[in-house]
């Protein structure tokens, strides 16, 4: 007999992943679930998740929540732009050229706020992450 599709990708098993690397609601980590609320930042906030997934697969232990406001901020540097709304390409391109850093260090704000931006230590982090994901 054959693998089926519960042997995962080329019959090799199913794919795992540690649920607290992930802020998905569906991990049990729903206590740090983040709502965008009225900003317009949908694929900044997609974007951030999957690259939380990406990062607890690739590292032995989860680098904890990422910020989403880093990631906005990173797309407009990298692409010139400003304003809170990226496509994800523009989302990417900011996640590979300037990283992302841990939330706790530039947590998201309701608020719009483009003069806003990482400190220092949130550069220095998002420096150290780099790499810990493929998108």
Avoid at 18 to 44: F, I, Y
Avoid at 56 to 62: A, F, T
């Amino acid at each position: 007999m054959g693998p089926t599709a519960a042997d995962g990708p080329n019959g090799r098993g199913p794919r795992r992943y540690r649920p607290e690397s992930t802020s998905c609601p569906s991990s049990g980590n729903s206590a740090s679930h983040l709502a965008q609320g009225e900003r317009d930042v949908c694929s900044l906030f997609a974007i951030t998740a999957l690259v939380e997934f990406e990062s607890g697969r690739q590292k032995s232990e989860p680098s904890g929540r990422l910020s989403e406001e880093f990631l906005i901020w990173a797309a407009n540097k990298a692409t010139g732009r400003a304003g809170d709304q990226a496509m994800f390409y523009e989302a990417v391109h900011g996640l590979e050229t300037l990283g992302i850093c841990q939330a706790v260090l530039m947590p998201y704000s309701p608020e719009v706020n483009s003069r806003h931006g990482p400190s220092a230590k949130a550069l220095e982090n998002a420096r150290s992450l780099a790499g810990h994901w493929r998108v």
